[in-house]
């Protein structure tokens, strides 16, 4: 019992260090071009942080030039330059090899990338100079890592938990090489999200209370930079049972999918940037080639996706770039005729991501009652024309394109943290690449290939399943792949890549057999336990072997199997065999090896037991006197030792993730270094302004001598000259340094124009506070013991003390005054600051605590025996001299309370520009 106590102390001491030590947590959507970064905090509703320039965007960028690394719109400034050395679009090769058409379509786009595989992955690597290459899950990983900058930015506290958007498209390995990107960012994901799932669910919350048990459609089309994404979803209140009642939840389920991965903004961006470039060589301003000058079709890429915006607003638009090959100026104008014109099988695509979402879901586009715009890409007054036409009803364009998706994984952040409680809103996603189990088994005919559907087209997840083997007597292997993709284009089913997963091989199945042989034993068969977590990640939580043993219920149990027993029973709560599934969950499905179901066999011995127990309890109606043996079913379950291997690209083992790690770190110090460095010469630099420019003022002149003023500026001067020559390569802690020195310098001169400017507000607050104090003592001494023998508040000496301090500091005062104003501005003040504080502290002191004791002060009653010659008259005066006392005594309070209050108020105006003060001892309030 003592040890069960000690147990659940601990698991309560831990939920409680869990719960008080949560943080904020963030959600990123990171596309193709922009990042969105979204927060919640205690205290601090979900909101977008923001970036260095203030701006809730931040273009999908990353440069390394000279040693420093950017991001965004620097990094952009640096890619017109050198392209090579800017990164973008990089979302798009993860998990990818050489080879694959996304990453040959990636290097046409953008040819002045040199791309070369990774021998030891069969992944890429981005090759920037012999000595430098980066893996995509890195470039990734740095971006993430400015995300989470620019989230504890705005949080003012640390992240470390995050939900991140991942198109819905995005396969296995895709999926494993962005969580890896993000565990080397230092960020522990909660959830991948699909885009479309975050963008319905931010939908929804704003509209709760428009659903009900009945299911209302909607349908979202998204058009992105890169691709284009339509999803048909259903939201509906749900009843769950998570906390042991019955609940009413919203809940959205995605129903259909249909996406095309090169359909985007990209694209017709990159249309345009070739047109201009034709357009350019065909005005023969140069014999050179735009198209082979890197730095140029840059450039151009910009100036087209410029031209693409506001073409989307306007009927026509000049692009204008200058100086874009051989100090050439280029200027065109462009019509939204002719941009259309470069499109035609852009356009024809555009429904085609609609047609396929509604014949996955098996519904008609008559049952939505809202098509709702998603994507910058949908801007185009063009496509929504196509996509109007196509479906036949008025478009919604009442959502925040921008932000929805990175809104609606935040919100899902929130929800999953163990930080926060936000209003329940479920969400239910659906596989959009069935997964099977394929293996081989020795029949009477020969080896026979057999396959088996683990997660079908369009099944709900987050799931479980398991595969039970039942015919395999030894070490055996399986392997994961894509079932049939016929439903997918030709196309898509080229992007999705390879389409074997993984292979796993299972050992010491014959042991665990024959571990388990017996005459009442059963064997029930190799269970392999999967899981679709809510990440859309497939993997393999254990492989089992299952027998079932009759035993008789008789025999003693075992001192261990008592203990779990008592356990369960403190911590569980009443002895339960099986819980009942929960409204909304529903049982794990357990496929077999076999065509059909297996059917569970049943032993003889056990029939023939069974029979004679019951023949036995017929004949012998007490049942109470005869103890028989009946049979008991236990379920035992010996452990499969399993094995993964990866039959296409792997992700990053243990040796590679360390280097990425170093690697990333070293990158992350340079730029610390840099960005300490560059503060420390601003920090210099406005110091020697500040200083030069103060020694012009009245207050500095008149403050310093002749000698000081000239070493401060020719220090100033020797500095300033430094900066412009010698010290423009120096290092961070040099900058300091010179700083250091410079304050030290000056900081006299400082000292002594702070006094000056400070202390005739302190002398007047002094001056207020000896006023009031007079003011107080004045009534105090008629609570005195002298005065008031009979109801006394004050001892005489208590009141002597303040009076003393009154004029010793009213002296004092007058006296410093004298010698201050025979002390020269450039000379050290005789009366400073802090002398005056510390003399309002000590009067302070010794108001509050007369203050204080007359509060607590409660007149003695003095009980005088009846008397019949009392008479009536001298009761109503005995009562009308308590009411005066009592008046005066409120009286006196009142104004000490708002003598009190006026010197705290000129105290307060003060006690910023000292410290010491603060820390006196009140010798009064510790009686």
Known sequence: MRLALALLSVILTALTIQHASSLAVMSVDLGSEWMKVGIVSPGVPMEIALNKESKRKTPAVISFRDNARLFGEDAQTVGLRFPKQAYAYILDLLGKSIDHPLVKLYQKRFPYYEIVPDEERGTILFKQDDETLFRPEELIAQFLHKAKEFAENGAQQPITECVLTVPGFFNQIERKALLQAAELSGLRVLQLINDYTAVALNYGIFRTKTFNETAQYVLFYDMGASSTTATLVSYQNIKTKERGFVETHPQVSVLGVGYDRTLGGLELQLRLRDYLAKKFNEMKKTPNDVFESPRALAKLFKEA?????????????????????????????????????????????????????????????????????????????????????????????????????????????????????????????????????????????????????????????????????????????????????????????????????????????????????????????IKAHFSLDESGVLNLINVELVVEKTVDSLEEEGTLSKIGNTFSKLFGGKDKTEEPPQADEKPVHEIHEDDKPEQPKTDNKFEKKEDQSNKNSTSNKNATETKEAIPKIVTHKEPIKSFETFLSLSTLNKEQFEKSLEKIQKLDQVERELTRRATALNNLESFVIDVQNKLYEDEYSVAATEEEAGKIRQACSEVSDWLYEDGSEADAATYEQKLDDLQSLTRELFSRVWEHKERPEALKALHSMLNHSSVFLKTAKNFTESLNPENFVFKDSEVDVLDKLINTTTEWRDKMIKEQEAVKAFESPKLSVKMLMDKMAALDREVKYLVNKLRNFRPKKVEKPQTENTTKSDEESGDDKQESEVKIEADVEETIEKTTEKNESKKEKIEPSTTESDGQNDSHSEL
């Open 305 to 525: 996706g410029r031209l693409k915006n506001v073409l989307s607003a306007n009927l026509e638009h000049y692009a204008q770039i200058e100086g874009l090959l051989d100090e050439q100026d280029f200027k065109l104008l462009v019509t939204r005729d002719v941009l259309e014109g470069l499109i035609p099988d852009l356009l024809e695509r555009v429904s085609n991501p609609v047609d396929q979402a509604l014949k996955a879901s098996h519904l008609t586009i008559d049952v939505v009652s809202q098509v709702v715009l998603v994507g910058a890409g949908t801007r185009v007054p063009k496509i929504q024309e196509i996509l109007q036409k196509a479906i036949g009803q008025e478009l919604a364009k009442n959502l925040n394109t921008d932000e929805a998706a990175a809104m609606g994984a935040v919100y899902k952040a929130a929800d999953l943290s163990t930080g926060f409680r936000v209003t329940k809103f479920l969400t239910k996603d659906a596989v959009l690449f069935p997964i099977q189990i394929v293996f081989q088994r020795d029949t009477k005919e020969g080896i026979k290939t057999v396959k088996r559907t683990l997660f079908g087209l369009m099944n709900p997840y987050p799931q479980k399943k398991i595969i039970t083997f039942n015919k395999h007597t030894d070490d055996f292997n399986f392997v994961t792949n894509y079932a049939d993709l016929d439903y997918l284009p030709a196309d898509e089913r080229l992007y999705l890549g390879a389409q074997n997963l993984t292979e796993y091989k299972l050992t010491g199945v014959a042991d665990a057999l024959k571990k388990n042989l017996g005459e009442n034993t059963e064997s029930k068969g």
